[in-house]
């Protein structure tokens, strides 16, 4: 299970038959009926011989379409993915029918349990559906990738030249055209992803699960209903937090723009954020520093002035990594990475990171651009990297991450060490205030980031469970769309958004089929990741301040999590890293403490909140 992977990620198994457990039944004598514990070992065992041969030939031409869409490279990813989707449908029942067997290896049990949720995209057994649903599921993403708004025959821009409209401009009316513009190319996705969804959903029913949601939140050594909870429990931590940076940027947004483009009561309208998706407001920074004259801590003039092109940006990132006493990124993953956008070609420019062969075939897969957002997100890309440098050895079924909220959390734990005075000993920072002002610029930065992402990395997959258990049905894409964007983020759209639309379809994930909740688990987790990397590199002082570059016992530690893949429960792992065995949002409000402070202040005579 690719984590990071686009498309149709941990989906996929497929083709080649497989153990014929009913023959073997019916050749038993009749009291030893059942299949023994050596039978599911070696079932094990060739299982992840023929799992390992069909993901590497889905890895490999899905890293050939998305850097390269067109129909050739189209038609071989989606036969391969109807390939592995295939073996999956007769695997996983085989692998259930060893439920009952007694005295199998905690191993071989695990394994047999990791089965049922290969399938992100569970297909029909029908051939001519699952045919079919490879063929829209892969197309949905290159529809994607391509992507373009033309205001005219000779007008286009594509999504990097819209987002940067989208980052810099302060023009309403500018906003507002990139804003829609960028949703016009997903209308056509609407039949096509209401037809993915009854046939996913067929398929998730054929193996025992009442939709795909639930096959979804199954993958987390819990109960889907037990997990469903625990989600919430997350996010009743966090939200006072991000209801008070909500209510202090709709106040100095309304300072702005005006009562006419944004109230001070109420959602925020989607496209002043400074974001396409509104995920993460980290572009208005420049409007919301708290203090104006402290240093800065942008450091995409710096990156720009030292010359930092796209190899020199990774190989800084890397040089976090090693400095942790982490092993350098072969050198394949140097000579196959995607760094910039090729001329000519058309690809899927969302940053991903891939292991092509299973076994330490790295590479990253990006469009950089010399920025501080982009020098952020390659450390989140890394971090994929180095969870599967050091899974590799393992069975198939355990490359994978703890759960998919560790791998999304690995990279950007490291990034919360990108400090001010780390900047500052790599030369991309001339100066360092240790000033309480200086404190509260840095913290503002960050929670613009992590804390306005939160209740959207927690509605997106609302919104797809919704629509897969039927909650919001095919009429209502968009309704309920807005609905839970209203609910979480407080957010509005900006025009009117009919039902001929269909705004989810504009978010990568939605098309590429990647779960999303494992971002909002991620953002909780890295800060239990980096506070516990904190206390092994014997950091003392407040949470915000710790860098654990060279430290050998941090990286000691994370290394000791990152060997063990998925071979044990989530917890099992996160308590080699922390000492704790549970999710917890604590030292995410320990590390905004600074700025919870100066929110409380500011919004004092606000009313914050919204209803609608
Ligand atoms: O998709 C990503 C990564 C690749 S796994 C770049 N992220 C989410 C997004 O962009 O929506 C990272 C943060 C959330
Ligand atoms: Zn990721």
Not at 241 to 246: G, T
Not at 266 to 280: D, E, K, V
Not at 534 to 550: F, K, R
Request: glycine share 8%.
């Amino acid at each position: 299970m690719r984590p990071i992977l686009p498309i149709l990620p941990l989906a996929v198994l497929f083709a080649c038959g497989g153990v014929k457990l009913d023959e073997e039944v019916a050749s038993e004598p009749a009291a030893t009926a059942g299949p023994t514990a050596d039978e599911a070992a070696a079932w094990v065992k060739t299982n992840d011989e023929k799992l390992k041969a069909l993901y590497i030939a889905r890895e490999t031409a899905y890293w050939a379409y998305e850097t390269d869409i067109k129909p050739e490279t189209e038609a071989l990813a989606s036969s391969t993915a109807e390939a592995a989707m295939a073996y999956l449908t007769t695997a996983i029942p085989e692998a259930a029918a060893f439920n009952d067997v007694t005295g199998l290896d905690p191993d071989v049990a695990r394994q047999l349990g990791l089965m049922k949720i290969q399938a992100t995209l569970p297909a029909p057994s029908a051939a001519e559906k699952r045919k079919r649903l490879a063929e829209i599921a892969t197309k949905l993403g290159g529809l994607y990738g391509k992507g373009k708004f033309c205001k005219t025959d000779d007008d286009c821009k594509d999504l990097g030249q819209l987002e940067e409209i989208i980052g810099t401009s302060r023009n309403p009316d500018e906003l507002l055209e990139a804003w829609e513009g960028w949703r016009t190319l997903s209308p056509q996705m609407r039949p096509i992803y209401q037809e993915f969804v009854a046939l996913g959903n067929e398929g998730a029913t054929e193996i025992g699960y009442a939709d795909m949601g639930v096959g979804w939140r199954s993958g987390y050594d819990m109960t889907p209903q037990e997990f469903e909870v625990e989600i919430d429990r997350l996010w009743a931590q966090v939200q006072p937090l991000y209801e008070q940076l909500h209510c202090h940027v709709r106040a100095e947004l309304n300072e702005q723009y005006g009562d006419d483009v944004v109230a001070t009561s109420g959602s925020i309208p989607a496209h002043l954020l400074g974001n396409m998706w509104r995920q993460s407001w980290d572009n208005l920074y420049p409007m919301l520093e708290p203090f104006p004259g402290e240093p800065s801590l942008d450091v995409t003039a710096a990156l720009v002035d030292k010359g930092y092109e796209d190899q020199k940006m990774v190989k800084a990132a890397e040089g976090f990594f090693t400095s942790m006493g982490l092993d350098p990124l072969p050198q394949t993953f140097w000579e196959n990475s995607m760094f910039t956008k090729p001329e000519g070609k058309e690809v899927v420019c969302h940053a991903s990171a891939w292991d092509l062969s299973y076994n330490n075939d790295l590479r990253i897969k990006m469009c950089i651009k010399p920025t501080m957002e982009d020098y952020v997100t390659i450390h989140h890309e890394l971090g994929h990297n180095y969870y599967f440098q050091n899974y590799y050895t393992l069975p198939v079924l355990y490359q994978s991450g703890a759960n998919d909220g560790f791998h999304e959390a690995i990279g950007d734990a490291i990034a919360l060490s990108i400090t001010p005075s780390y900047l500052n000993k790599v030369g991309l920072l001339d100066t360092v205030s240790e000033s309480e002002h200086a404190v509260i610029n840095k913290q503002m930065q960050d929670a613009l980031a992590k804390v306005a992402f939160l209740p959207f990395g927690r509605m997106i997959d609302q919104w797809r469970w919704d629509v897969f258990n039927g909650k919001i049905s095919t009429e209502e894409y968009n309704k309920g769309w807005w609905e839970l964007r209203a609910k979480y983020q407080g957010i509005a759209p900006p025009s009117e958004r009919s039902e001929d639309l269909f705004d989810p379809g504009a978010k990568y994930h939605i098309p590429g089929n990647t779960p999303y909740i494992r971002y909002f688990l991620a953002h909780v987790l890295q800060f239990q990741f980096h506070k516990a990397m904190c206390e092994a590199s014997g950091h003392e002082g407040p949470l915000h301040t710790c860098s654990v570059y060279e430290s050998k016992e941090a990286g000691a530690k994370l290394k000791a999590m990152l060997e063990m893949g998925a071979s044990k429960p989530w917890p099992d792992a996160l308590e080699a890293l922390t000492d704790t065995r549970e999710m917890s949002a604590d030292p995410l409000v320990e590390y905004f403490a600074p700025l919870a402070g100066y929110l409380a202040e500011q919004n004092k005579d606000r009313t914050c909140g919204w209803t609608e």
